[in-house]
């Protein structure tokens, strides 16, 4: 998935879409599902003695949500957008945004059969 922990994050359908762009804070099962901050909270319903919640009573907890939900925020943009793969001239691999060719960060180090010929 092209979606990384640290990301800022739109979600765009649910309870919380059209809200302000969002951290990933973690990436599940190979990037299929996130948790994203301030989304999809639930209460967990503890029994005095937990080792969280010694009193017992509801704690708020997020939950995750999956990938196809959130779109990736563009500083640049400022907007949800698409990201894409290219390779820079000394042969790295970065993530892109599609509307603007914003750079994303780089996702692999440089590779000689990568780079551009000069």
Known sequence: MKIK???Q???????NANDAP???TEVIDGGEKLLVEGVNLVFRHVKRGHPK????GRLRKEM???ASKVMYYCEKCQRGVRL???FTTDGAKERFCK???AAAGS????RKAHAEAK
Do not use: T
Not at 53 to 56: D, N, V
Not at 107 to 110: C, D, K
């Open 22 to 24: 969002r951290r990933v």
């Open 107 to 110: 996702i692999a180090p440089a």
């Open 64 to 66: 995750p949500i999956h």
């Open 53 to 56: 919640s010694p009193q017992g």
């Open 99 to 101: 509307k603007c060719s």
């Open 9 to 15: 994050v739109v979600v765009i359908s649910g309870v």
């Open 84 to 86: 894409g793969y290219r």
């Open 5 to 7: 922990r640290g990301d």
